[in-house]
Nanobody
Framework: QVQLVESGGGLVQAGGSLRLSCAAS????????MGWYRQAPGKQRELVAA???????NYADSVKGRFTISRDNAKNTTYLQMNSLKPEDTAVYYC?????????WGQGTQVTVSS
């Protein structure tokens, strides 16, 4: 079964940290660019970070220096380490897998940062 399953969201105080995980199944994981998106209430979904197999990663300006995306191809899992969280980081975070025209989405995990 092809699916992405996120975990690790929750409630944290401003300045705190969370680590999101996204476990993939049913795909050749190493082929896919993995990304994290987020959607806050009333706003469009936006790219937070993405990583191509192994090396290259890119980040939204709003999270540079605070968030780190990584992947473990042996475990078919990608991670998003979020440090120095701010209330404006509050959103539903979605995992995305992309390979040519193939796009997959996870169900989302809520991250809430209290001030």
């Amino acid at each position: 079964q092809v699916q992405l399953v996120e975990s690790g969201g929750g409630l944290v105080q401003a300045g705190g940290s969370l680590r999101l995980s996204c476990a993939a199944s049913g795909i050749i994981f190493s082929r896919y660019t993995m990304g994290w998106y987020r959607q806050a209430p009333g706003k469009q979904r936006e790219l937070v970070a993405a990583i191509i197999s192994g090396v290259s990663a890119n980040y939204a300006d709003s999270v540079k220096g605070r968030f780190t995306i990584s992947r473990d191809n042996a475990k078919n899992t990608t991670y998003l380490q979020m440090n120095s969280l701010k209330p404006e980081d509050t959103a539903v975070y979605y995992c995305n897998a992309r390979w040519y025209t193939n796009y997959l989405w996870g169900q989302g995990t809520q991250v809430t940062v209290s001030s």
